[in-house]
T-cell receptor
Framework: DAKTTQPTSMDCAEGRAANLPCNHSTISGNEYVYWYRQIHSQGPQYIIHGLKNNETNEMASLIITEDRKSSTLILPHATLRDTAVYYC???????????????FGTGTKLQVIP | GAGVSQSPSNKVTEKGKDVELRCDPI?????LYWYRQSLGQGLEFLIYFQGNSAPDKSGLPSDRFSAERTGGSVSTLTIQRTQQEDSAVYLC???????????FGSGTRLTVV
């Protein structure tokens, strides 16, 4: 019962920006949006997270809509090594302490094309 | 250690045997998660430990699956009477209570023959 929906697959030309969308229309006020990626046969890797403001780090940018019902992960200059499955998840803090459990959806398979 | 360590990295077992999978989380991480990923599938949540709270076992697929976390650190996932459908990569992740996200281990590839 993942709380997010993502396209199954996307292609992106090498060197161009990859924009990966995610819908999370049932997100609640204390839930953050997290992005992970999984390169074939490796464990998932954390990319970025945010609550309501746009975020940027050395890997990517995260754009969250004002109503927080959707977000976009942007890889500014995709390389062949960015070919992976990208997972968008929402995760909140429980009143009892600690973070909610998370269920991953099937993610978006991004193929970067030379 | 610097990351989440899982052992063994690969395990082949006969149908009906019991297996134990181990996870050493990052020191100081209070939350620990087990997931599994079947070939070509997304991540399936199994169980979640948070500090001293009772674990969330809602993702365990059957009573053949159990997990423990001793001393708030190392965790063991046990699968009894393994079946072929248990074949998958079992991933462990940990996070700080107020951390930026999970850190995943490299997983244990379980093959039941």
């Amino acid at each position: 019962d993942a709380k997010t929906t993502q396209p199954t697959s996307m292609d992106c030309a090498e060197g161009r920006a990859a924009n990966l969308p995610c819908n999370h229309s049932t997100i609640s006020g204390n839930e953050y949006v997290y992005w992970y990626r999984q390169i074939h046969s490796q464990g998932p890797q954390y990319i970025i997270h945010g609550l309501k403001n746009n975020e940027t780090n050395e890997m990517a940018s995260l754009i969250i809509t004002e109503d927080r019902k959707s977000s976009t992960l942007i890889l500014p200059h995709a390389t062949l090594r960015d070919t992976a499955v990208y997972y968008c998840i929402v995760r909140g803090y429980m009143n009892s302490g600690g973070y909610q459990k998370v269920t991953f959806g099937t993610g978006t398979k991004l193929q970067v094309i030379p | 250690g610097a990351g989440v360590s899982q052992s063994p990295s690969n395990k082949v077992t006969e149908k009906g045997k019991d297996v134990e999978l181990r996870c050493d989380p990052i020191s100081g991480h209070t939350a620990l998660y087990w997931y599994r990923q079947s070939l070509g599938q997304g991540l399936e949540f199994l169980i979640y430990f948070q500090g001293n709270s009772a674990p969330d076992k809602s993702g365990l697929p059957s009573d053949r699956f159990s997990a423990e976390r001793t001393g708030g650190s190392v965790s063991t996932l046990t699968i009894q009477r393994t079946q072929q459908e248990d074949s998958a990569v079992y991933l462990c992740a940990s996070s700080l209570k107020a951390g930026a996200g999970y850190t995943f281990g490299s997983g244990t590839r379980l093959t039941v023959v």
